[in-house]
Nanobody, 115 residues
């Protein structure tokens, strides 16, 4: 089992940057594929970025070139560096660990992009 805790959200102006962190506690963090999702009001939860246990990454088209997902297995932490933020990026961002047969979710961290 993993427990995931996100941090780093907050209020930022358009064009600004934030780095989100997701710290995992439990066993075998390094073997999990990790992902970031987000959910804005009146919208469904959507995949933002994925990083495999081997470090391969994939991004949603709407964040490609602006966001970077990374992981530090020694710290049991996955990061999401977000640059060039715009108001459409405002959402609750969730950390996800994909396992077999279970997957795990954090409680989310709020990101608000506004002037």
């Amino acid at each position: 089992q993993l427990q995931l805790v996100e941090s780093g959200g907050g209020l930022v102006q358009p064009g600004g940057s934030l780095r989100l962190s997701c710290e995992a506690s439990g066993s075998s963090f390094s073997i999990y594929t990790m992902a970031w999702y987000r959910q804005a009001p009146a919208k469904q939860r959507e995949l933002v970025a994925v990083i495999s246990s081997g470090g391969r990454t994939h991004y949603a088209d709407f964040v490609k070139g602006r966001f970077t997902i990374s992981r530090d297995n020694a710290k049991n932490t996955v990061y999401l560096q977000m640059n060039s933020l715009n108001p459409e990026d405002s959402a609750v961002y969730y950390c996800n660990a994909r396992g077999t047969p279970l997957e795990y979710w954090g409680q989310g961290t709020q990101v608000t992009v506004s002037s």
